[in-house]
């Protein structure tokens, strides 16, 4: 029997009824790398060791989307039109990024995922678009994307595209050695990008939510490609995002 591919992926934190603290995330999230024929596992704890461990048995991380990334991480003051954070996640995210990176291993993310990515490898946010940019990026929506010529995402998807929009930050600062793969707004946001050596790959928008069983996003193309892409990054199958 082949040896299955396996992805850690992140959880949030919210409070139960009982005042517990509770991991949580969507089923979605899973099941999109499930269909490509991958296991899932869940991080559960920002131990530096269990990191490690964990990176040695994985073949990727997968971060997903969730609340706003603390600016405190990059070196700004928080505003109150940014909306809630999550201390515990920031700290989880930040010891397996850095692990994994370490090991050079791929990483995936998904928009909290593509901000966090970006803010870690030295970039920084817009708190809240509609109030830093002056534009009117409504969430919860589905507009269009200009994908870059040559790129994977051009490769699978052609050259524009529909996608859904979650989001009310956005990259202020683009870290170095990433490169933009995607656009909207004319060119003012940054929709996905990825590493000019590291098998890094990030996007803004919720692909989760446009294939599998429980699509959500009847518009634009069935994002399966982009998670069976990310597999062959984990098992060596491609060498290259370009």
């Known amino acids: 029997m082949n040896r299955k591919p396996i992805i850690c992926m992140t959880t949030a934190t919210d409070t139960a009824p009982d005042s517990l603290t509770r991991l949580v995330t969507y089923r979605n999230y899973a099941h999109a790398f499930i269909d490509q024929g991958a296991i899932v596992l869940c991080v559960c704890d920002a131990d530096p060791d269990s990191a ?34 999550d201390p515990w996640r920031d700290q989880v995210e930040s010891v397996y990024i850095k692990t994994f990176l370490q090991a050079g291993k791929p990483i995936f993310g998904i928009c909290r995922g593509f901000q966090m990515l970006n803010v870690m490898l030295g970039g920084s946010l817009y708190q809240d678009i509609p109030s830093e940019m002056g534009l009117q990026h409504t969430y919860n929506s589905v507009h269009s994307v200009t994908l870059s010529g040559g790129s994977v995402l051009d490769t699978l998807f052609g050259s524009c595209i529909c996608v859904n929009s979650f989001h009310h930050q956005a990259i202020r600062t683009l870290a170095p050695d990433l490169i933009p793969l995607a656009f909207s707004e004319d060119g003012a946001i940054v929709e996905a990008f990825h590493h000019t050596v590291l098998p890094i790959l990030a996007v803004q928008w919720h692909p989760e939510r446009m294939t599998g069983e429980e699509r959500m996003t009847p518009e634009g193309p069935d994002m399966a490609p982009l998670f069976h892409h990310f597999i062959s990054l984990c098992t060596k199958k491609e060498s290259t995002f370009l």
């Open 52 to 85: 490690r461990q964990l990176c040695e048995v994985c073949d990727g991380l997968f971060l997903t989307g969730g609340v706003d990334v603390s600016p405190s991480l990059y070196h700004t003051e928080i505003q109150s039109y940014c909306g809630a954070t």
